[in-house]
Structure formats: structure tokens, C-alpha cells
């Protein structure tokens, strides 16, 4: 579906700095007052606020009816929000740790997915599903995972994961006003919880007015022309911050937002690369089957992309599920160094 | 009846597991001050403690043997203690070391003792398929163990539970579960996320004996088991068991619980099964030395169990690499950039 990218209505009122996590919120608000089909359903959602503050200070405004608490039935909760959306509501479903998809993958993969596509088109699904991703604070295998390579390749979903307050905003205003279904997937560390500190980056200018980020749209987050990383998520400031490292020794890094994976920009990455030549994959979520690869094939595949490209290298969490102990959790998410390190090769490379 | 030598095993099991819970929010406090930061301190993750879940535990293990299976959920301590998982072994595990339960790969909600058939999981609900497992293979190989498969009053609504009590209900097989109600599922009120506030009653749609009780009295919780856990061990097929307990503390450690009334709080601190069973206990004839010396033992055990725990060695990075079926590249990145070789334009 055609999308347009609508800016602030009054530009230069970003002075005023917002969280991650109060950016989706006030999107979140935003659509809600604009749009009575819009609810929110979840666990912990409503005098909570969500365990990770997705829907802090909402319950307030919105009370109990358009802010539901609901019984731990992800099967059900889901389900019915892609029955919802088919009866025409505009519903978010909250998946609490994206590591517990499992127990309500049927209605997400193959009724929320598949039901437009089924129907020959005649059925929507306007619905969002937001969760919590990713590790760094030993929360150990079944409460770590990032999995939005798991989503992606599954035909049928959008899928977002936004590294800014400034992207989690427009994203949320789009993922919300989407006709299609949008998994739309934040991670712990960047949403700034008191108990999570987050790194400095994700909290950004954000204007009070509503805009739309489109799908599919990739930002460079720094300009570079000798090495291209592409990443998302909480690995966009890492890779950040290894830039600004090598920057002291000359090596010049462009950093690529990805922003949503589906629909995903091949054309900013391929543009980059035929500058560059050299090409890190940097993802926190497994290596094999996954992200890394994808971009590394999309590259392969662009037009001349096989030409330009004169060395690669991935950086992922490697094919183990994530360990508890820190000096095991710290091993296998990568971490600036990591990423300075491949940089570093595939720029030293022949 | 329940002889004075259970009372008292319940008792020294309870009182472990409440000094356990106390101690270790001492640790994982320690290092996240003045903020709060979940990965700092000792323990760093998620800790999710018992206190006031004791007689549940202690009530139900009281009737079971090294070679039935238990299956805990995310809030697994008091059980694991009741059912002789190794102290020690399961403290390194909490600390991260390399000598814990599992080397340090699953933390506190992820505990494995197959000495004595105890497994967790942190998925809500999903240890109840496990146990109907356990069941399935002692039913299989005629052997008189059971299974048991503790669960929050939050996860009976999840497919994992009902589908689990359908199919040990059909298959006859020897399954107790046992519902800890302590009202709230992290900040949800039981009466917004069920209709049914008895949840034995569920056990009339699968056709099973249900019986709820109250954890203020372990005497009555062990009463309760030994019906339940007998029909089982006797074939008589599974039986689900709810029993009320008190949330003491709050659901993960740092929750600010602003959404609980202070009351409600104070009302769980009040009715301590503890102290019940103390009285319990001197109601036959146990005197106050010998209560002493149970609790003395107890604490003695807890304090031995952190102090070696937090001796041991911590994990080397490569030992994430362990333990799996495949060995995958080492690291997080392949050793060598793959690069073109023709080169490129430029």
C-alpha cells in the first residue's frame, strides 16, 4: 500500500527531548484521541503502564475500556485483536517479551498474517502487535531474544523496530494508521526505564506535532565513505559509537538505520555499498538464517552489487540461545568493540 | 493424620525457603543503589521470590519422592528447596557460576536438578506439559512416580494449562496440578483477567477432583496433596489443587507494586503460614528448643549455600559455545571478513 511521508506541521520544535518509550506514547495518545477504534490490549498495560513503560500515564486518559488488562491468554488477546481489525477497529496487541510469541504464534502467523493474502485481498487486518526485544541485563534465554528476523520471514507481517524517539513516533503514527498488519518491536535498552539505563542516542529531539515515517524508508544515521554498516535497533548506536572511535584513526563509517525490515530499503543499502565497497551486518538477533544474511543477499543481488562489493562481514549473536552469566551474555551480543573490530577488517582487507 | 516428624520437615523446609528469599533480595539489592539497575549487582536479570508462597511448596513435596517429577514456574525457589534440589549447586546457579545447576546458561527461573525430576521454565504455564509427560512415561513403564506441575493463578488461563488438564484427565494419567493463587499476576487483580474465583472449579470441566485451600494453614495444603497426589500414585488419574498463598513481596524485585493497594500488602504480611505452623508445632508438644534449633539449622543452611556460591568461579566467555548439538563459529563474528577476489571497481 502506497504510504506518504508526512513532516511536522511546524519544523524546528525539536528542542524539546523525549524518551523512546514517551515518543510511542504520545503517538499512541495521539491516534487514540484522533480515532475511537483505536485500543490498547495487553498484560500489565493499564495501572502498570506497561512492564516497560510502553504505556505509562495512558490508562489515565483512556481508562479501562480503550486501555485493557487482559487474562494471560496471548492466543486469545491476539486472536481477538485480528478479529477486531477485521471488523474494521484499528487495535495494538501487546506482546509482553517478544520470546513469548510461541504461545500465540498461530494467530499471528498464520491468521494475521495470511488472512489478507487468503482472502484474495477482501479481508484487512489493521492491527499492530508491539513487544519488548532484546538482552544486556541477564534475563537469560527465554526473556532475551530480539527474533525480528523470525517475523520478517514470514510473509504477511510489516515489521518495525525503530533506535530513536524521533523514528518511534513517526513509525507508531504510521503503524497505527497501516491497513495491514505492523509488528512493531522496541527494545528494553533503548526506551529509557529507570531501571534499564539506556545508552546516550535513543532519546532525541521529538516534535509535539504528529508525522509519519514511512515503511520501508532507511536512515542513514551517519554519512561515511569507506566502510558501510547496516544495523537496527539498539545496534544502531553501537555501531555509533565504534564509528566515532575509528573516526580518530581515519576510517570514515556510514551507518545505516534500517528502521523496518519489512518492507525493507535495499536501495540505500546498495547505494552505500557502490560508495563504499565494504560491507558489516551488525544484528542482535542469530546469525544463521537471519538478517545478516538477508542484507548480505540483497546487496549480492542488487545490479552491480556483486561488483562493488569487495569484503563483508556479519556480526551477530551466534547460533546459541543467550546464556545467563554475564561473562556468556557479554560474549555472544555484540558489543561496540565488536563491531570496531569488524570494521577494522573488512577496511584492512585486500 | 500428619505425624510430628512431617510437621516439622514442612516447617525447616518453609522457614529455609522464606530466609532464602530474604537473603537473596539482600544480594540483588546490593550493587543496584542509589538507581535501581536491573543488570547490576550480585545477581543481576529478573528475581522473582516466594515469600508467602512456602506451605505450597512445602505442603505438596511432603508427599513426593526423588523419582516424581515437578515442574515450576518463573517463581520457583520455595518449590525447589522442598523438593531437595542441591542448595548449593542451585545458589551458583542464581550467582552465575560455573559451578550452578546449569554452568551458568540458565539463571533463576531456568533451574534443572534431574537428581530429583525438578525442571522451571519462565514461560507462563508451559512446565504443565512437561509434567503431563512425566506422567505419560510412568504410566508407560508402570511405575508408581507421579507428576507435579506448579503454576500461578495467572497462567490457568493459557492454553498450556487447560490443554494440559484435558489430556491428563483422558489419558488417566498420574498429574496433580497446583495452582499458587496469590491474586495478583504481576500488577492484574484476579477478579479483571478471570470470572471464576474458586479456580479448583476448572477441574469440573475435565473431570477431576478440584479442591482450593488456604496456605495460612500447611497443615491443610498437606492434607490436601496427600488426597491428590495419592489418586495419582494409586492410578486414579490427575486432580487439580488451588491454593491460596500471599504475595509478601513484590512480583520481580524492583517492582514499585504502585498499583497495589498498601492494605492488600499488609494484609499478606499478616497472615504468615509460618507462624501458623509454629503454633501447629507447639500444639504437639514440640518445644520452643527444638523450634530453635530447626530454624537455626535452616538459616545455617541458606548462609552455608550463599557464601559457597559466591566463592565459585564465574563462567569463561566461551563456555556460551557449550552445550550445544551443532558447534556454532565461535564469537559474534566469523574470524575472516569474506572478501572478493577479483576486488572491486575502485
Redesign the interface.
Given at each position: 500500500m502506497a504510504q506518504q511521508e508526512r513532516e511536522p506541521a511546524s519544523d524546528g520544535r525539536t528542542d524539546r527531548s523525549l524518551t523512546m518509550s514517551r515518543a510511542m506514547v504520545e503517538a499512541i495518545a495521539h491516534e487514540m484521541r484522533e480515532d475511537d477504534d483505536v485500543f490498547y490490549m495487553g498484560e500489565d498495560v493499564a495501572d502498570y503502564g506497561g512492564i516497560f513503560d510502553s504505556t505509562d500515564g495512558l490508562l489515565e486518559e483512556f481508562g479501562y475500556e480503550r486501555i485493557m488488562d487482559v487474562p494471560i491468554s496471548e492466543t486469545a488477546y491476539i486472536g481477538a485483536a485480528v478479529g477486531a481489525a477485521q471488523a474494521g477497529m484499528r487495535p495494538i496487541a501487546e506482546l509482553m517479551f517478544v520470546d513469548f510469541f510461541g504461545v500465540g504464534m498461530d494467530q499471528i502467523y498464520n491468521q494475521m498474517a495470511k488472512n489478507t493474502y487468503m482472502s484474495g485481498g477482501s479481508v484487512s487486518v489493521p492491527m499492530v502487535l508491539t513487544a519488548a526485544v532484546g538482552g544486556t541485563y541477564n534475563d537469560a534465554a527465554q526473556h532475551s531474544q530480539t527474533l525480528y528476523g523470525t517475523f520478517a520471514h514470514l510473509p504477511g507481517m510489516k515489521v518495525v523496530v525503530p533506535s530513536t524517539a524521533y523514528d518511534a513516533k513517526g513509525l507508531m503514527h504510521n503503524a497505527i494508521r497501516d491497513d495491514d498488519p505492523v509488528v512493531y518491536l522496541f527494545h528494553k535498552r533503548l526506551m529509557g526505564i529507570g531501571w534499564m539505563p539506556a545508552p546516550d542516542g535513543p532519546k532525541t529531539g521529538v516534535p509535539e506535532d504528529e508525522y509519519t515515517i514511512p515503511f520501508g524508508s532507511a536512515d542513514v544515521k551517519r554519512e561515511g565513505a569507506d566502510v558501510t554498516v547496516v544495523t537496527l535497533g539498539l545496534h544502531v548506536h553501537r555501531a555509533l559509537e565504534a564509528a566515532e572511535s575509528l573516526a580518530d584513526d581515519g576510517i570514515d563509517v556510514e551507518v545505516i538505520d534500517l528502521r523496518t525490515l519489512v518492507p525493507l530499503d535495499t536501495e540505500t543499502i546498495a547505494d552505500s555499498v557502490a560508495k563504499t565497497g565494504r560491507l558489516v551486518v551488525v544484528d542482535e538477533d542469530y546469525r544463521s538464517f537471519g538478517v545478516t544474511g538477508e542484507i548480505v543477499a540483497s546487496v549480492v543481488e542488487a545490479e552491480g552489487g556483486l561488483a562493488d562489493l569487495e569484503a563483508v562481514e556479519r556480526v551477530a549473536v551466534p547460533d546459541v540461545p543467550i546464556p545467563y552469566a554475564r561473562p556468556m551474555e557479554n560474549e555472544v551480543i555484540p558489543d561496540a568493540d565488536d563491531v570496531e573490530n569488524a570494521i577494522r577488517d573488512v577496511h584492512a582487507s585486500e | 493424620m500428619v505425624s510430628v516428624n512431617e510437621l516439622q520437615s514442612m516447617y525447616e523446609n518453609m522457614v529455609t525457603a522464606r530466609h532464602y528469599e530474604e537473603r537473596l533480595q539482600e544480594e540483588y539489592l546490593e550493587g543496584k543503589q542509589p538507581?535501581?539497575?536491573?543488570?547490576a549487582g550480585p545477581i543481576?536479570?529478573?528475581l522473582h521470590l516466594a515469600a508467602g508462597h512456602e506451605a505450597s511448596g512445602a505442603g505438596v513435596c511432603q508427599h513426593l519422592r526423588d523419582d516424581d517429577t515437578v515442574t515450576a514456574p518463573h517463581r520457583p525457589h520455595h518449590i525447589a528447596i522442598a523438593k531437595g534440589v542441591d542448595l548449593k549447586r542451585m545458589t551458583a546457579e542464581i550467582f552465575?557460576?560455573e559451578t550452578?545447576l546449569?554452568k551458568?546458561?540458565?539463571?533463576h527461573?531456568?533451574l534443572f536438578d534431574p537428581e530429583v525430576n525438578f525442571a522451571c521454565?519462565?514461560?507462563?504455564?508451559?512446565g504443565c506439559p512437561p509434567a503431563v509427560g512425566a506422567g505419560l512415561a510412568a504410566k508407560k513403564r508402570n511405575t508408581d512416580s507421579v507428576a507435579v506441575a506448579f503454576l500461578g493463578e495467572?497462567?490457568i488461563?493459557?492454553?498450556?494449562f487447560l490443554e494440559s488438564l484435558n489430556m491428563a484427565s483422558v489419558q488417566n494419567l498420574p498429574v496433580v496440578f497446583v495452582v499458587e493463587d496469590n491474586d495478583w499476576?504481576?500488577?492484574?487483580p484476579k477478579h479483571?483477567?478471570?470470572d471464576v474465583a474458586n479456580g479448583a472449579r476448572r477441574a469440573d470441566g475435565f473431570d477431576m477432583p478440584g479442591e482450593r485451600v488456604d496456605a495460612d494453614d500447611a497443615v491443610a495444603v498437606y492434607e490436601a496433596a496427600r488426597a491428590a497426589v495419592g489418586r495419582a500414585r494409586d492410578r486414579n488419574g490427575p486432580s487439580l489443587l488451588e491454593v491460596q498463598v500471599h504475595r509478601r513481596m513484590g512480583h520481580f524485585m524492583?517492582d514499585p507494586e504502585?498499583?497495589r493497594p498498601d492494605e492488600d500488602k499488609a494484609a499478606a504480611e499478616r497472615r504468615d503460614s509460618i507462624e501458623r505452623l509454629e503454633a501447629d508445632l507447639r500444639g504437639h508438644d514440640v518445644d520452643d528448643e527444638t523450634i530453635d534449633d530447626l530454624r537455626d539449622r535452616a538459616h545455617e543452611r541458606v548462609e552455608e549455600a550463599i557464601e559457597w556460591a559466591k566463592d565459585q568461579p564465574?563462567?569463561?566467555?566461551?563456555?556460551?559455545?557449550e552445550d550445544?548439538f551443532?558447534n556454532?563459529?565461535?564469537?559474534?563474528?566469523?574470524s575472516?571478513?569474506?572478501?572478493?577476489e577479483t576486488?572491486?571497481?575502485?
Open positions: - | 538507581a535501581f539497575d536491573i543488570s543481576p536479570g529478573e552465575g557460576r550452578g546449569s551458568g546458561k540458565g539463571g527461573m531456568h521454565s519462565g514461560i507462563i504455564a508451559e495467572g497462567a488461563d493459557q492454553g498450556a499476576a504481576i500488577s492484574m479483571r483477567i478471570t524492583g504502585g498499583y564465574e563462567p569463561e566467555p566461551a563456555d556460551a559455545y550445544v551443532v556454532p563459529a565461535s564469537g559474534v563474528t566469523d575472516e571478513p569474506s572478501v572478493a576486488g572491486g571497481d575502485d
